[in-house]
């Protein structure tokens, strides 16, 4: 199985890679949003640094980035001395799907969340036609409906 760690900012030519992937994978497209690489690099570096921030990465045999999720500790709007793990993005390689790297890497995004005293931890999902599995996932893991996010470009 692969090792989970955070992420350095060695890792940031495959984080570029799977940014760019998860870009086109999104659909964000269709609404405006590109992917610019110099400011993706920027921001994955201040995203590594921060205390209220975590980076993880599955690291493959071949020290390869198979698979990654961020997240980052937000406010609760009913009570701001609540904080919830929020997920920023999670991804891993489609040839590694289903062998057990997804639920590691949201396993230490949790331990990280309970370390930081976060409350309740958020994870999203894209809609698309996985969305039926990933539901299956999420509630298999523990997780519960709470809203669904709509989005409009302008």
């Known amino acids: 199985m692969p090792e989970i ?3 350095t900012e060695e890792d ?4 570029i890679v799977i940014g760019w ?4 994978y999104s659909g964000a497209g269709s609404f405006g949003l590109g992917f610019d690489l110099p400011l993706f690099s920027d921001f994955m570096k201040i995203l590594i640094s ?4 975590i980076v993880l990465v599955a690291i493959g045999e071949d020290s390869k980035v198979l698979g990654t999720i961020g997240g ?3 406010p609760w709007l009913a009570n701001p001395g609540q904080r919830v793990a ?8 489609k040839d590694v ?7 590691n890497l949201i396993s230490e995004f949790e331990a990280w969340a309970k370390e930081k005293e976060a409350a309740a931890l958020r994870m999203h999902s894209l809609a698309n036609k996985r969305q039926a599995d990933l539901d299956r996932f999420y509630l298999k ?8 996010v709509f989005m409009k470009g302008l």
Not at 86 to 93: F, G, K, M, R, S
Not at 141 to 148: I, L, N, Q, R
């Open 5 to 7: 760690r955070k992420a």
């Open 12 to 15: 940031l030519p495959d984080l």
């Open 21 to 24: 992937e998860f870009s086109k």
């Open 50 to 53: 921060r205390q209220d921030c």
């Open 72 to 74: 980052i500790l937000e």
């Open 86 to 93: 929020a997920e920023l993005w999670w991804w891993v390689d």
């Open 97 to 103: 799907r289903g062998s057990g790297i997804s639920q």
């Open 141 to 148: 893991h523990g997780f519960s409906p709470v809203d669904h």
